[in-house]
């Protein structure tokens, strides 16, 4: 049974920093691209950053540029979510995601784990 | 950047029923990569379609998606009870960025 884990989130102050951790199971994750995903709530999926298998190549949506770092480490098996300079706009279900080939399709997902941003 | 319009915002159906999800891309994309997910509250969203008309492993036969160039379709056959979620579609660009549509409320 192949699954994804998250774990880090919690309640922080804005202008503060967390760092979120997703733990793979049951494949060889670093075969794999990896995936932030969040959903802020009340409305729909928002792409965040991506990490391919080598963890030297990275993209990130417009959202994320600047104050997010994502981060994998292969001989830990962990993908990571460095999050900086929060704001309330940040409070969301953040998912990791594992794309499953070329066609960009994430094929496994984690349950998620919520941040709120509040003071 | 392309964005991906869906429609309608919530589909109101009973079990049994035929559901019909649209997602409309703002310019021509390569239906490779067109994907659609199924997602319930609190839980982890599903793969349900790649490349436009490919199921992911697993999936019932009564999920169908089929399109191209800016017109994308996910069709639900017979709807059983635990497929009322909201469904997503999404693209993959370049840049590379993905991309996901509003999303579409399948309810009773």
């Known amino acids: 049974q192949v699954s994804l884990t998250e774990s880090g989130g919690g309640v922080v102050q804005p202008g503060r920093s967390l760092r979120l951790s997703c733990a793979p199971f049951g494949f060889s994750f670093r075969t794999y691209d990896m995936h932030w995903v969040r959903q802020v709530p009340g409305k729909g999926l928002e792409w965040m950053a991506s990490i391919w298998r080598d963890g030297n190549t990275k993209y990130y949506a417009a959202s994320a540029r600047g104050r997010f770092i994502i981060l994998r480490d292969n001989s830990k098996s962990s993908l990571y979510l460095q999050m900086n300079s929060l704001t309330a706009g940040d409070t969301a279900v953040y998912y990791c995601a594992r794309q499953g080939g070329d066609t960009g399709a994430f094929d496994l997902w984690g349950q998620g784990t919520l941040v709120t941003v509040s003071s | 950047e392309i964005v991906l319009t869906q429609s309608p915002g919530t589909l109101s159906l009973s079990p049994g029923e035929r559901a019909t999800l649209s997602c409309r891309a703002s310019?021509?994309?390569?239906?490779?990569?067109l994907a659609w997910y199924q997602h319930k509250p609190g839980q982890a969203p599903r793969l349900l379609i790649y490349g436009a008309s490919t199921r992911a492993t697993g999936i019932p036969d009564r999920f169908s998606g089929s399109g191209s160039e800016t017109d994308f379709i996910l069709t639900i056959t017979r709807l059983e009870p635990e497929d009322f979620a909201v469904y997503y579609c999404q693209h993959y660009g370049s840049s590379p960025t993905w991309t996901f549509g509003q999303g579409t409320k399948v309810e009773i």
């Open positions: 310019q021509t994309i390569s239906s490779i990569y």
